[in-house]
């Protein structure tokens, strides 16, 4: 059986390797952290695995998993380097979904084949996320040999993979961030013009659930273009233009977060065919001509 060793164990990493170990399908080796202590505890997470301290102290595996933060990758593929451990049958893979797998070129000069795996999901707690991770999307670009197995692997654990563009993985994983991360910012703000409006929080979160269910459900159901609803699908470019005076008015920053998706809007309101050209047409004036704090 294959062995695969860990370096970097935290929630990604604990979730995936336990996954990996109770698969069958690899046999985890070794596990390298910042402290003993975490990777006594990551070892005991998954139910196996020697912790251990250093590169040093590494074993040969088949596959290392680098699963340490975006901004150790780099040493750590380096650092795997002077360890002597590397050949054409290793496979070096990290697991950051902003980073490209050619940060592991010097692994790559040593003959190893190298890769890149995202797993999207939200892990916050590693003993959630062994019970709910089949059918992940994982994201994966890399070597086509190292491409294959991981493919294989992640398939196994249930993972559901599809390719990336390593050129602009940087702006794929912005867009994880835009609809994940930018969703819960996106709800604040209007949680902050509803109380402007004299609605008190948990009121608004009350009234804003079933809108905000609703539209995701569309979303989903049609499609970005067809669940536009609202001003701007209408071309009511009046209204618009009150909303701008009164976010000016209220807050920079609600403002300038209303011109530029309403900048999106528009060419989702075009492609879904119902307001006038005029009005849309007058809206992207609105949008582009007023400035955050215009009186």
């Given at each position: 059986m294959k062995t695969f060793s860990i370096i970097g164990c935290g929630a990604v990493g604990k979730t995936v390797g336990r996954l990996l170990q109770q698969s069958g399908a690899v046999q985890v080796q070794d596990i390298l952290t910042r402290s003993a202590a975490s990777a006594q505890a990551a070892a005991g997470f998954i139910g196996a695995g020697r912790p251990v301290a250093g590169f040093d102290q590494l074993a040969r595996a088949d596959l290392y998993l680098v699963a340490s933060p975006d901004d150790a990758i780099a040493a750590c593929a380096r650092a795997l380097c002077r360890a002597d451990l590397l050949d054409p049958d290793t496979t070096v893979c990290h697991l950051s979904g902003s980073l490209g797998s050619d940060l592991l070129y010097p692994v790559k000069e040593l003959g190893a084949q190298v890769a890149s795996v995202h797993p999207v999901?939200?892990?916050?707690?590693?003993?959630?996320?062994?019970?709910d991770f089949a059918g992940t999307w994982c994201g994966i670009e890399g070597d086509p040999q190292a491409r294959e197995f991981?493919?294989?692997l992640f398939g196994a654990i249930g993972g559901r993979v599809f390719p990336i563009d390593p050129r602009f993985k940087t702006v794929y994983h912005a867009g994880s961030v835009l609809v994940c991360n930018y969703l819960t910012a996106l709800m604040e703000a209007g949680l902050?013009?509803?109380?402007?409006?004299?609605?008190p929080r948990d009121t608004a979160l009350s009234v804003m659930e079933p809108l905000v269910r609703g539209t995701v459900d569309n979303i989903f159901r049609a499609g970005t273009a067809r669940a536009l609803t609202g001003p701007i699908a209408r071309g009511d470019a009046g209204v618009v233009e009150r909303q701008l005076?009164?976010?000016d008015g209220f807050d920079a920053d609600l403002a300038l977060i209303y011109r530029a998706l309403g900048r999106v809007a528009v060419e989702l309101s075009r492609e879904r065919g119902q307001a006038s050209a005029p009005g849309l047409a007058a809206i992207e004036e609105l949008l582009a001509a007023r400035k955050a704090g215009a009186s």
């Open positions: 999901k939200s892990f916050a707690d590693p003993a959630v996320c062994v019970g991981l493919a294989e902050r013009a509803f109380h402007k409006g004299g609605v005076d009164a976010l």
